[in-house]
């Protein structure tokens, strides 16, 4: 597993070990390569043309209309990411899908992944972690938006974010490039863009983290952990499971 | 698809329509059916066997436990669901799951899922759809708790729970048996029990549902459903998709 493989063979890698010819059908996947513009609606909720996609490059959020007009991020999604999963697996898109840069992402449909999966079953068990690794973190931000004060909310938020850029090759434990707007986070976190900006500033006079000019940087990674309770566990990649 | 197969089954069977070989499969997976008594952990965050298991009846609940001593529950587990399957698919569990009930419940371990998708590829993706279906239901509850009001919220997680019973034979638009108590409805849902209370009163005045002496009935199910916003394409089971 090297950087010239995808993000999506990256992400799968830490999960299965994958041979060359699981990483050829993963290559076969990205056959229908897209670029969409950044704000535009990818996907909306009620869609019933059945695609996803895995992001190859860019940033998206997945977020929830409600009808009185506010709206919820349920998530963002990075390099490696499936996008509308569930609306592939669904008869129609659950949520909507909005790049927040320009992105390129690869079409992926129902009868390709089970054609994959016929082939390879170990591929339908990665996907099946690799969903479930989705599913660990939105339960992590229902924990966020239930229990967490603010501050550790962001925190953890920034932590989680950096944990999945790492394993694609697009962080460290030092920061990494971060192109989310305060009015997101605060979409994504349920605080007022007002809030979101008094919690960061907060957070760097500790001297834990500095999120500023699109940029994460962790001044205490340590001390951030332990004031955010982060338990990276729930996002599992300390070497692949399945050998 | 009769009522004699077991709920994973017909769970499973809304997705695809299931071969005798499929429910054969399904069948196996049932083999180590073990008892466990009411208000004990079955499973506890950081656990490192990694065993899953497939509620057969009673109810359940999973739950994080904050360092502070709150607890979230992340959601309640019906007859056809699987308990941990993220256990299984990482190497510790990230969430404990607690009996409500006595419940039977059938031990499944990673191997035979695997040989299962090894031999019946489609059940894969008939599991992938189970685990996006439970993701579902979470972002749904985090747009509960970040977004909606305290009666919009219980209204909306009475219909959810109603709805997935009737798929595996266990409720009908009239109501159901539902054994849960005012302090587990308020850990779900982010409110106190005394809260709790007070919507339930409400919800009962406005003559939408009631939920009295272990039994929830819906009073008036599509008023109820235009009041919560309820749109249970999410959960999205009209006939199988994969025929």
Known sequence: ????????????????????????????????RRTFPALRDMVY?????????ILASGRVCSYKLLPGGTR??????IPGDFLGLRSVLFRTADHNIEPITRVQASEVQAQDLLDAFNTAPRLAAAVLWAASRDEAMVVEHL?????????????????????RLKLVGLG???????????????DA????AVHVNRVLRELREDGLVSFQQGKVIFSDFDGLVEFTEFDRHYLDHEGPLMK
Chains 1, 2 share one sequence.
Not at 189 to 192: Q, R, T, W
């Open 72 to 77: 919820q991020i349920v998530d963002f999604q």
């Open 1 to 32: 597993m090297t950087t010239q493989h995808t993000p999506f063979a990256r992400k799968l890698g830490a999960f299965v070990a994958l041979s060359p010819e699981e990483l050829g059908l993963l290559d076969q996947l990205h056959s229908r």
């Open 45 to 53: 909720e009620g869609q019933v043309e059945r695609s996803a996609y």
């Open 189 to 192: 976190l349920g605080l007022s």
């Open 143 to 163: 924990v966020d938006i239930g229990r967490r004060d603010a501050k550790q909310r962001m925190g953890h938020f920034l932590l989680e974010l950096g944990a």
């Open 172 to 186: 460290s434990s030092d920061g990494y490039n971060c192109p989310l707007t305060q009015y997101l986070l605060a």
